[in-house]
């Protein structure tokens, strides 16, 4: 018995030697040479298209209606963004931070064809000839902060606070970086959310509020089971539906649900975990790895990227343990159900890959 709680002991003084506070530092953005840029003609007709740094392109669909206007004010949390970058990477709206005004973003977006996006607001989206979940929504589609530039002749500049003029090109910077391979929650009250990369292990959050459903969030309609539908400054979208139903729950975070006014509900329904930072005070929308720069919804069955790591890698799943049993996929549930999620007790995020990891 004395053998047995030492070494109980042992593993608990490893664990906590190797945990350490998250202090909004470690996971800093990559400024070395872009994983790919895509290049949208501010034009009807304009081909997207997608360039690795060898020159090799891929189309993404063809640009069917342009931005009449920008979209103010946008939902609460775009405002936690950078200017010039993109806020929300979903499968269906990309959405574009432009600027801060009196406290909330002024956004436009790129929408897919056939989508159900009312953040973007009407007349103020690009438009894609392609379905929801793919391309540029799926596969090709860039993290949060990812930033954004417009191309005007030959000169190319950050995005500013005015839309593009006819004839310019946006173009989409996306960086691999620094990452988690993984995140852990522990889906009680007070439970850890723990950051697992090649440095150890790390708590970033604290659960304030644990998930017990699932509801109808209208953009899970393109996403799979166990798959990331959407993540922007400050909610991470989870589909628990097939391709083609709805149904879903968010993770986000105590700032968001404490001062949004469309996010009140979250504290008395159960398709929502709400999470804060460890500290209980600083803030946590818009902050990597969770809110910012590393979830993206990935490739969906038939689609592929440049090789077999990024085709199969570049997407973020989500795992459960149920009753604290092993490691499975995440139960199957549409529409809204109070209690489908509520037998889970830990999440498991992996992080999207490019390439093969080295051990």
Not at 42 to 57: I, K, N, S, T
Not at 145 to 171: M, T
Not at 182 to 210: C, K, Q, Y
Not at 341 to 346: C, E, F, G, L, P
């Amino acid at each position: 018995m004395r053998t047995k709680r030492s070494l109980i002991s042992l593993v608990i003084v490893f664990f906590l030697a190797s945990c350490v506070f998250f202090d909004g530092k470690l996971f800093a953005a990559d400024d070395s040479t872009p994983l790919y840029e895509v290049m949208i003609p501010f034009e009807e007709g304009g081909v997207a298209r997608a360039y690795l740094p060898d020159g090799r392109g891929f189309d993404l669909g063809r640009v069917v209606k342009l931005p009449l206007r920008t979209q103010w004010p946008s939902y609460t949390a775009s405002a936690w963004g950078k200017p010039g970058a993109v806020t929300a990477s979903a499968v269906n709206a990309i959405h574009i931070l432009m600027g801060v005004e009196s406290g909330r973003g002024r956004t436009i977006s790129v929408i897919p064809a056939e989508t159900i996006a009312p953040a973007a607001g009407p007349g103020a989206a690009v438009v894609l000839d392609c379905k929801g979940g793919t391309s540029f929504f799926g596969a090709w589609a860039p993290p949060v902060g990812a930033p954004v530039f417009v191309k005007s002749g030959e000169s190319i500049s950050p995005l500013g606070n005015l839309l593009p003029e006819s004839g310019d090109v946006l173009i989409f910077r996306v960086y691999e970086d620094n990452m988690p391979y993984m995140v852990d929650f522990e889906n009680r009250p007070g439970g850890r959310v723990i950051a697992w990369s090649t440095s150890g292990a790390m708590l970033i959050a604290r659960v304030v509020r644990p998930l017990g459903g699932t509801g109808r969030f209208d953009g899970t309609l393109y996403q799979g089971p166990g798959r990331i539908r959407a993540n922007h400054s400050g909610v991470i979208d989870v589909s628990t539906s097939e391709y083609g139903t709805i149904g879903g729950f968010q993770i986000i975070p105590w700032d968001h649900a404490l001062h949004s006014s469309e996010m009140q509900g979250a504290w008395q329904m159960t398709q929502w975990m709400i999470i804060a930072h460890p500290d209980g005070k600083s803030m946590m929308g818009g902050t990597s790895p969770l809110f910012a720069r590393g979830l993206v919804p990935g490739t969906q069955d038939g689609e592929s990227l440049w090789d077999l790591w990024s085709t199969y890698g570049r997407k973020s799943l989500v795992m459960a343990r149920i009753d604290g049993g092993p490691w499975q996929h995440l139960p199957r549930a549409s529409g809204r159900d109070d209690n489908a999620m509520k037998r889970i007790t830990h999440l498991r995020i992996y992080f999207p890959i490019s390439k093969e990891p080295l051990i």
